[in-house]
């Protein structure tokens, strides 16, 4: 049975950090490229970051530079690094497989507002 448990979501002033995590079973984390993404109030999910088994990271252009993608096989946990934070980056943020690796049933995320 797949489970994804994201956490550390909150309120941050623009500019702040957040450090999200999310912790996996069921999913044969060690083998999977995994990723973040996330859906804004009235959008559709968007993907965030992607990191794959060995490690290589890629970011979508409106994250570039701020945040940072990183996982620890040992504890199938992905993280998030979220820094410079904009009130943009509003939404709930969910990880789960990469896209090209077949997303799996969603977790219920954790939700970031950026608001001062």
């Known amino acids: 049975q797949v489970q994804l448990v994201e956490s550390g979501g909150g309120l941050a002033q623009p500019g702040g950090s957040l450090t999200l995590s999310c912790a996996t079973s069921g999913i044969l984390f060690t083998i999977k490229a995994m990723a973040w993404y996330r859906q804004a109030p009235g959008k559709q999910r968007e993907l965030v970051a992607t990191i794959t088994r060995a490690g290589t990271t890629n970011y979508v252009d409106f994250v570039k530079g701020r945040f940072t993608i990183s996982r620890d096989n040992a504890k199938s946990t992905v993280y998030l690094q979220m820094n410079s934070l904009k009130p943009e980056d509003t939404a709930v943020y969910y990880c789960?497989?990469?896209?090209?690796?077949?997303?799996?049933?969603w977790g219920q995320g954790t939700q970031v507002t950026v608001s001062s």
């Open positions: 789960n497989v990469a896209p090209w690796g077949g997303p799996s049933s």
